[in-house]
């Protein structure tokens, strides 16, 4: 289990980055439209003004039941000791332990 602290942290990051995922979106939209150097540089320093935080290359997946940061699994959004246990368990639809 991840603590507590980190995935709330992980959780206002992601909501900063749909607060601000329009106006960023919008930002360089213009940012490559523009013909002009200085517009250029007149835009990105508004993006730089936004958070940092509102990026979403800053976010971290995590297992939705443990909050490990480490060894997920997109299609199933668990790690991987959840995922063997829920596999072993035949919780998962579709997944099967491999025989050789």
């Not at 979106?25 to 002009?36: A, E, F, P, T, Y």
């Not at 509102?54 to 940061?69: D, E, H, I, W």
């Amino acid at each position: 289990m991840a603590k507590k602290s980190l995935v709330e942290k992980e959780k206002k990051k992601k909501r900063l980055v749909n607060k601000y995922e329009v106006v960023r979106q919008s930002l360089k939209r213009q940012i490559k439209n523009s013909l002009s150097i200085q517009d250029k540089l007149t835009i990105s320093r508004r993006l730089q003004s936004l958070p940092r935080n509102s990026a979403p290359v800053r976010l971290r997946n995590r297992c939705s039941l443990t909050g490990r940061p480490r060894s997920n699994y997109r299609d199933f959004g668990l790690s991987r000791h959840v995922l063997r246990e829920m596999a072993h368990t035949c919780v998962l639809p579709g997944v099967s332990k491999l025989s050789w």
